[in-house]
């Protein structure tokens, strides 16, 4: 924190291709993941690695450009290290993105998806970032997660699409984490229609579960960038380009709704601000 003179009180998570969220920061400080003790390395194409600090429309953020995978074999305590340090700086929103296959079929690549709740499958067989002891100072041994993506946000958001004129593209949906590195077969992404999962993805919910277990509201996007294979008549394939691709195409939309909810948002300036220990 003696780096920069920023003191966010908004977090952003940058998914597959959205990189761009950060560049609308203004009075930018960045750091690269290397420098800043306790964070692992982003590995993964589309994940520049860098944490940027900067203001965006009157609110101070921070966001990171590149996140963190359990695929890349780090564990899942590391991944959502730096939700605690956001807690830590005295952040009290989290707006995470990603990128999604889409399972339900109304939605298509191109559409945004906002996440009003999630399945987490690695966590339902025990793989959970708040495994272990816990740590009362951040919150409880047993959180609930059934609110965990804040519903007034989720209201705005919907109504900014409306006035941005994008609300065609955009619906609200269930987000489902697996663990990848590999896409799904026909027969598992069946299964996750049956299931009631919208889109499918293979990051966002530890970040979730940790934020929500300090106290953060969260907000959550997922751009749609491919449909899940759900037929054996169907030769579509998708690759990690491709979906980096609809990234690029849809980067600017995704940025003018971020910006619209950061902008809009009530932040609460008597926060108890725990930086002395950063
Ligand atoms: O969730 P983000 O980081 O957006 O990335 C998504 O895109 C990658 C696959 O193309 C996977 O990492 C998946 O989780
Ligand atoms: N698991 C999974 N992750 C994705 N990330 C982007 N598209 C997909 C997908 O189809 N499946």
Redesign the pocket.
Known sequence: MSRTKHRPQVSIIC??G?GMLADSLECQDQFSYSDIPGFPQST?QG?AGRLVFGELKGKSCVCMQG?F?MYEGHSLLKTTFPIRVFKLMGVQTLIVT???GSVADHLHPGDIMIIKDHINFPGLVGLNPLHGPNDERFGPRFPAMSGCYNRELRSLAHEISKQLDIAGLVQEGVYAMVG?PNFETIAEARMLHRMGVDAV????VPEVVVASHCGLQVFGLSLITNKVVKSYDDSDCVN?DG?LEVGRLRSQTVQQLVTEVISRMEINNNIDRMSNAV
């Open positions: 998914g597959s959205l993964v994940h996140r995978h990603n990128a999604a990848g993805g293979m990051s966002t990690h979906v």
